[in-house]
């Protein structure tokens, strides 16, 4: 069974400084997406960033950029000059079909 | 476009009372789907409907759930009986048929759900 794993419960950076979540997963399949969502404080997740399996190349979505690493099964999100409203709950999720497979969670406090 | 609802935001009830979540997806998205958070741990995949048809109900946790679909717009999960372990963060989610698959699914803002 495939199982994500964000071994960070809790993180903290300063304003404009850049931070790395961390997600590791488990998988037996060749062809899936991981994604990392982002929940602000009583409001929805929305997607931040998504990565292809198949696709070497590392996501970069403006300041979210993701490092993709196939065999080592990991995938890490940088946050660069991080701002007050980056602080948020963010979810690491593994897909090979439809249904979503997520980490704990990693919780990201901005720092003024 | 109006994003995923949900209601209610929250709810609380005793052991043994019935609660109905509602989800209405975002219009024209054929795939909706449901998790649940229980405190602190992950969220968990509960089912999958295309349309009105339940795709994968693998999540279920037992018979005192039960998801409906009807007519394949909005979708209720009905807990009868309720019992404690239940409490948690109910999600929704929807996605359309992909004609070139990105597996994005656009989520709602949940119902906390507190059994007491």
């Known amino acids: 069974a495939q199982t994500v794993t964000q071994s960070q419960p809790e993180m903290s950076v300063q304003e404009a400084e850049t931070v790395t979540l961390s997600c590791t997963y488990d998988t037996s399949e060749s062809d899936y997406y991981l994604f990392w969502y982002k929940q602000p404080p009583s409001r929805q997740m929305i997607l931040v960033i998504r990565?292809?399996?198949?696709?070497?190349q590392n996501a970069t979505e403006n300041r979210f950029s993701v490092n993709f690493q196939k065999a080592a099964k990991s995938f890490s999100l940088k946050i660069s000059d991080s701002q007050l409203g980056d602080a948020a709950m963010y979810f690491c999720?593994?897909?090979?079909?439809?249904?979503?497979?997520f980490g704990t969670g990693t919780r990201l406090k901005v720092l003024a | 476009e109006a994003g995923v609802t949900q209601f209610p935001s929250h709810s609380v009830i005793e052991k043994g009372q019935t609660v109905t979540l509602r989800c209405d997806p975002i219009?024209?998205?054929?795939?909706l789907y449901w998790y649940r958070r229980v405190m602190g741990k992950e969220i968990k995949f509960l089912l999958h409907f295309v349309k009105e048809s339940k795709q994968d109900e693998s999540g279920m946790p037992n018979n005192r759930f039960l998801a409906e679909r009807t007519g394949g717009t909005y979708s209720t999960l009905k807990v009868q009986p309720a019992e404690l372990e239940d409490s948690g963060v109910y999600f929704c989610a929807s996605s359309p048929i992909w004609t070139v698959p990105t597996y994005e699914q656009y989520f709602g803002p949940g119902t906390r759900l507190t059994v007491t």
């Open positions: 219009s024209g998205h054929d795939n």
């Open positions: 999720a593994y897909t090979g079909t439809y249904k979503y497979i």
């Open positions: 990565q292809e399996a198949y696709k070497q």
